[in-house]
């Protein structure tokens, strides 16, 4: 059980264009979803904690007409990173609180974004 | 704000023991957790502690002291398969999850 997925696993984009990245629970519902992303070599970095049904908490930093967050049901949230550029190519991982709450996440297996 | 630190890797050899040290400065903490992730992949949930005390979950246990903002990572018998960086993080009542800036293993034959 606690299965997250995500897709697109990796996509190149062209500077200035939008890309889109969807994460699911496949197994279970998730009321709360996260948002991370992570350069090579450093730690997880969180962007935004979605919400079923409401905005989505933006971290300190982080843009939220960049980073668009929709969480429209309980096994689906989604990442467009807008108008994006090279400086936002980085690995993008999705995870879903476990049923212990927020310290028990399961991870969706990420998405790899390079943008030329 | 909340930092935690962590050393940044540590090398062992198969069938080895090893500790990994995870120092933290949050407020309204309520537990540390650790994870694990192999080069490319997500992370793995291993463990949690909210109260002081060891937790053992087969080869792996973690440890937790509250009142000196402390925890370890404690690996037994080690196996190449170990090889990964390993995370802590902390939760609190604010609902933040920060991870700790990771721990490289390498495990050697």
């Known amino acids: 059980g606690a299965v997250v997925s995500q897709h697109p696993s990796w996509v190149i984009c062209k500077s200035g264009t939008s890309v889109k990245i969807e994460c699911r629970s496949l197994?279970?519902?998730?009321?709360?979803m996260f948002w991370y992303r992570q350069f090579p070599k450093q730690s997880l970095m969180l962007m935004a904690t979605s919400n079923e049904g409401s905005k989505a908490t933006y971290e300190q930093g982080v843009e939220k007409d960049k980073f668009l967050i929709n969480h429209a049901s309980l096994t689906l949230s989604t990442l467009t990173v807008t108008s994006a550029h090279p400086e936002d190519s980085s690995f993008y991982i999705c995870?879903?609180?476990?049923?212990?709450?927020?310290?028990?996440?399961?991870f969706g297996p990420g998405t790899r974004l390079t943008v030329t | 704000g909340q930092s935690l630190e962590q050393p940044s890797e540590v090398t062992a050899v198969e069938g080895a023991i090893v500790q990994i040290n995870c120092t933290y400065q949050t407020s309204g903490f309520y537990g540390l957790s650790w994870y694990q992730q192999h080069d490319g992949g997500a992370p793995t949930f291993l463990s949690y502690?909210?109260?002081?005390g060891l937790e053992e979950t087969g080869r792996f246990s973690s440890f937790l002291s509250r009142s000196d903002s402390y925890g370890y990572l404690l690996l037994q018998e080690l196996q190449m398969k170990d090889s990964a960086s390993y995370f802590c993080a902390v939760g609190n009542y604010g609902q933040n999850f920060v991870f700790g800036p990771g721990t490289r293993l390498s495990v050697l034959p």
């Open positions: 995870s879903a609180g476990g049923a212990g709450g927020t310290y028990e996440q399961y």
């Open positions: 502690n909210a109260l002081d």
């Open positions: 197994d279970f519902q998730a009321t709360t």
